[in-house]
């Protein structure tokens, strides 16, 4: 869920998206590697360092990739899928095929009425929602985010009331990269970090986008609960190989039903 808002709020906003974002999580679970193992630097400073690194590249996206094409979507489609590959094959040479492991920020497990669960879990999950509510008080509560969401809605009537579409895009991408950061921190934490570790990450944020609606931060939320309900019921029940073909075959279903989603927009 955490790793989807990132990819909506982007599309939300630019009606862009972004093939890069699984790298990003890539990138921050690295720099958290690197400052907070390589070279003992404490994990919080890690996690910042992680977000720092995460902005840049995604300004540098958005600088560089994004707005020479004027945020047409298919063009930015194509080049995101291209810089993702290149950011990868970058990293293999890089960090190396041997993956990395993040130490637990929180060890030990606790007894859930007789369900043991690792603190570890628990942490990323509670990360996850508090930064959900943080970024919905943002979107609805603050000049900055009053303005992103006047720059979705109509972008020329933003700029007549004074507001800069390009310093609402920048803010965007900030957002969506530290999103990504804090994502791959918690995610390296659990499962390890490898070059790789940003690809399946990003297939299932745009499978929780697409059934949540692309754009809707509530739809994201409520998609990405149920995906991972499905996808832990899928896992203990018939295997975790199976969780994919449950995840599209839900995505197909309701896309049947209803073909922009829970809570999307029309495109």
């Known amino acids: 869920m955490l790793i989807a808002l990132g990819v909506t709020l982007l599309f939300g906003i630019l009606r862009v998206v972004n093939f890069v974002h699984g790298e990003l999580v890539m990138l921050s679970a690295f720099a958290v590697w690197f400052v907070g193992v390589d070279q003992g630097w404490p994990m919080p400073l890690a996690i910042m360092a992680a977000v720092i690194v995460a902005a840049l590249v995604g300004i540098a996206c958005q600088k560089f990739l994004f707005k020479p094409l004027h945020y047409e979507i298919l063009n930015c489609f194509i080049v995101g899928i291209g810089a993702s590959f290149a950011i990868?094959?970058?990293?293999?040479?890089?960090?190396?095929?041997?993956?990395?492991?993040?130490?637990?920020?929180?060890?030990?497990?606790?007894?859930?009425?007789?369900?043991?669960?690792?603190?570890?879990?628990?942490?990323?999950?509670?990360?996850?929602?508090?930064l959900a509510v943080l970024l919905y008080v943002f979107l609805h509560y603050t000049k900055p985010g009053t303005a992103m969401r006047a720059v979705e809605q109509d972008r020329e009537a933003a700029m007549l009331m004074g507001i800069n579409p390009e310093s609402v895009y920048i803010s965007a991408f900030v957002i969506s990269a530290a999103l990504a950061a804090v994502g791959g921190a918690m995610l390296g934490s659990v499962f390890g970090v490898d070059p790789e570790m940003g690809a399946e990450p990003l297939l299932k944020a745009f499978i929780i986008v697409q059934i949540g609606g692309m754009g809707s931060i509530a739809g994201t939320v409520i998609a990405g609960l149920f995906i991972g309900i499905a996808?832990?019921?899928?896992?203990?029940?018939?295997?975790?190989?199976?969780?994919?073909?449950?995840?599209?075959?839900?995505l197909m279903l309701i896309l049947i039903v209803r073909p922009r989603g829970l809570f999307g927009y029309d495109v």
């Open 88 to 130: 990868r094959s970058a990293s293999w040479a890089i960090f190396g095929p041997e993956p990395q492991a993040i130490p637990a920020m929180l060890p030990g497990v606790v007894n859930m009425g007789g369900v043991f669960m690792a603190k570890q879990r628990l942490l990323a999950a509670g990360v996850c929602v508090v």
């Open 231 to 250: 996808d832990s019921v899928t896992g203990t029940l018939l295997g975790g190989e199976l969780a994919f073909i449950i995840d599209f075959a839900i």
